[in-house]
């Protein structure tokens, strides 16, 4: 599976950005999807993932302001950010698992890509 997310940048409070993650190399019958977040010295957090039939889930740090979605042929997975506060500002991974088969239900996150920087200043 090859993952490789776009998308980040600097922006300022309040503001929006749209990141995509473009995926490769995998059945998407099988798979979750989903997106992290990583900042300096802190462990990293699930910001929202999706499965097949489009069901979502988001972090409580996040709901009301981020939005996960996907194409139709599961190729490339999106996170919208709107109202972005300082404490977003995070390294941002997306990720795939292989479905429990219930909704929702992911086993552990194992493929990773490399990550998009977003920097949200005050």
């Known amino acids: 599976v090859q993952l490789v997310e776009s998308g980040g940048g600097s922006v300022q409070s309040g503001g929006s950005l749209r990141l995509s993650c473009a995926a490769s190399g995998y059945s998407d019958s099988s798979y979750c999807m989903g997106w992290f977040r990583q900042a300096p010295g802190k462990e990293r957090e699930e910001v929202a993932r999706?499965?097949?039939?489009?069901?979502?889930r988001y972090g409580e740090n996040v709901k009301g302001r981020f939005i996960i979605s996907q194409d139709n042929a599961r190729i490339t997975l999106f996170l919208q950010m709107d109202s972005l506060k300082p404490e977003d500002t995070a390294m941002y991974y997306c990720?795939?698992?292989?479905?429990?088969?219930?909704?929702?239900?992911?086993?552990?996150?194992?493929?990773w890509g490399q990550g998009t920087q977003v920097t949200v200043s005050s």
């Open positions: 999706i499965d097949r039939f489009n069901n979502t």
């Open positions: 990720a795939t698992a292989r479905s429990r088969g219930y909704v929702l239900g992911c086993y552990v996150f194992v493929n």
